[in-house]
Every structure is written in structure tokens, then in C-alpha cells.
Nanobody, 115 residues
């Protein structure tokens, strides 16, 4: 059973930065991992994803502002550096990991951007 533990998040002012981290345990396989977010009243959306071959994709609204990366010491730890935050980035952020046909989810961490 893969378990995901998220850290980071919190509050930031518009234009500020935050960093989220997520560690997957319970497997030695390098996983496809990603970050989703869900704003109030909206569907959960993928915002950044890193494949096992290190291919990365971003949702258009975060491209050039957010960066997903794997930790150099633990390939199943991913970071999401979020810069130039705006109120539209306010949401609960979820880490995801996929092993074979199963997707695992973190518990979610709140990100609030306001002045």
C-alpha cells in the first residue's frame, strides 16, 4: 500500500511563493507523481505531473510559475515550487502517485493566497 504524506502549504500574499512537498512510502518503485488542486465549487484539476521517465507536464495556468521536481535523495519525494501566486491559486492541493493502475492520494493541504 502506497502512502503519501504532504507538507508545506499555508498562506501567502499575492505575488508570493510557497513550496509543497510529498513523499510516497510503501514501494521501492519510482512512481509517476503529481499535484492536483481543488478550489471551492470546482472540480479537482491536475496542475503538475512528473512521469517515471522525468517527463513533466503542467496545466496552462501554472506553467512558468510552478515547478515540479523530484528530490535528489528520494525519487519518490516530489516538490512543487509555486511562485507569483495569485488569489486564483487558492485551493486544497493534493499529491497523487500512480503505481500500475492504482492512483493514490495525499490528505490535501490548503493553500490560501490573499492580501
Amino acid at each position: 500500500q502506497v502512502q503519501l504524506v504532504e507538507s508545506g502549504g499555508g498562506s501567502a500574499q499575492p505575488g508570493g511563493s510557497l513550496r509543497l512537498s510529498c513523499t510516497a512510502s510503501g514501494t521501492v518503485m519510482v512512481l509517476r507523481m503529481g499535484w492536483y488542486r481543488q478550489a471551492p465549487g470546482k472540480q479537482r484539476e491536475m496542475i503538475a505531473q512528473i512521469q517515471t521517465d522525468e517527463t513533466i507536464e503542467y496545466e496552462d495556468s501554472v506553467k512558468d510559475r510552478f515547478t515540479i521536481s523530484r528530490d535528489v535523495t528520494n525519487k519518490n519525494t516530489v516538490h512543487l515550487q509555486m511562485n507569483s501566486l495569485g488569489p486564483e491559486d487558492t485551493a486544497v492541493y493534493y499529491c497523487s502517485a500512480r503505481r500500475f493502475s492504482t492512483t493514490y492520494w495525499g490528505q490535501g493541504t490548503q493553500v490560501t493566497v490573499s492580501s
